[in-house]
């Protein structure tokens, strides 16, 4: 489970932001949209909300958010394979000469198997900078480790082979990371919060092949039903193996990414996908997956990652959910995630979005709503709803961002031409 997660000098990000699931003081849909995150040793729960969408204009920084706890994860998750001199995959603020040459910060607070944490760190391309571990398993907070470049301070609580652990952590690599293959049993639910917890989908482009695995797993009916539950006449899917084919990498998959992908599948298999419906003579007809409609092979391509968060309680992080999708079908996604009858271990979902026909009451709290802005220097802010104070029940939340009210909308200029056009 997520409470809080901060990012600065990342991207767009100049400053640090701070982001929170941790529900605020209004009362309103607290049967559907909250949950009570309990405690391994009974201190009190803390509330937590169950998803929290993000608005904001084209190139305000909304999709660079979660690419920042993306980069987290895989710094978590690879450091300590790397090399002594590997880059680490960072990209600081570049419109300022000094924050350019500072470090960047990745900061989260969650709850893994009944503890909470606070776990961050701040690295530039060539080093770990600091790297610091929080844990709260009474409800008081212990101090297990700090560390400053090389130099290390644990807390008594901490145990295990810490200085043989401090030695073996390359200035290139995460503490954390490093700990875990030396077997340290104490780190290992931290850890796997980031290894099994947290999950990302559409943030490097949109691929079905999450939703292929299910299939071929035994899955395959559970994501049929969820198409149908959608409205999509799908009969049925067809899963082959077949050598791996580099154009069916998305087109919007950026060129590093899809480098990496081409040298690491280039000797395994792909899959073949299609589908099968029903003719109006009632006899079964294929057609290929890319002979489906966009809206189609989106949801299709989100049936895997749903239905597999929603199954194990993961985090999920989710960009464009808006992107060829009626606002019905995004309403009926969020709304999975909001019924404790198909969100049964309180799994959570964040996602970015420019679909305003949600932005409503109806469908969320007031403290679930958050918006990115980019400024006139191009760094990127986040900030919560309730920065407005709007009011309860009463306030249309889709007009009055539309109108501006709250910001992160695009600043239309109305260009005047001159010249003409007379042949």
Known sequence: MLIEAHVGNFRSFAEEQQFSLLKGTGNELLDTNVFEAEFAHGHKPMTLLRSAAIYG?????????????????RIVMTSASRQLGDPLPVSPFLFDAKLEKQPSLFEVTVIAEGVRYQYGFTCNKEAIVEEWLFAFPKGKPQRWFEREGNTY??????????????????????????????????????????????RFAGVEGWTPVNTAEKCLSGLKDQVIEF??????????????????DVGELPK?????????????????EGMQLSTRHRSRQGKLVDLSFAEESDGTQKMFSFAGPWLDSLKQGRVLFLDELHDNLHPAL????????????????????????????????EVFRRDQIWFCERDNDQASHLYPLTDFSPRKGVEN??????????????????EIVSGSFDG
């Open 227 to 244: 198409l149908k539950a959608a409205d999509f006449s799908i009969e049925d899917i067809i899963v082959k193996k077949k050598p791996f």
């Open 57 to 73: 204009a084209n190139a305000s920084g909304k999709s660079n958010w979660l690419k920042a706890l993306a980069v987290m994860q």
């Open 153 to 198: 301070e644990f807390g008594d609580f901490f145990k295990g082979e810490k200085d043989l652990w401090s030695r073996a952590t390359r200035s290139n690599a995460l503490f954390l990371s490093t700990a875990i293959q030396l077997n340290s049993s104490q780190l290992q639910p931290l850890f796997k919060w980031f290894s099994d917890t947290l």
């Open 330 to 361: 995004v309403r009926y996604l969020v709304g999975l995630f909001h019924d404790s009858k198909t969100n049964p271990h309180n799994a959570q979902l964040v996602f970015t979005t420019h679909d305003t026909s949600i932005l409503s009451q």
């Open 252 to 268: 919007e998959m950026p060129q590093e990414v899809r480098t990496i992908l081409e040298y690491q599948l280039k000797d395994k």
């Open 397 to 414: 939340l889709e007009r009055s961002y539309l109108s501006g009210r709250y910001g992160a909308i695009p600043f239309l200029r109305k």
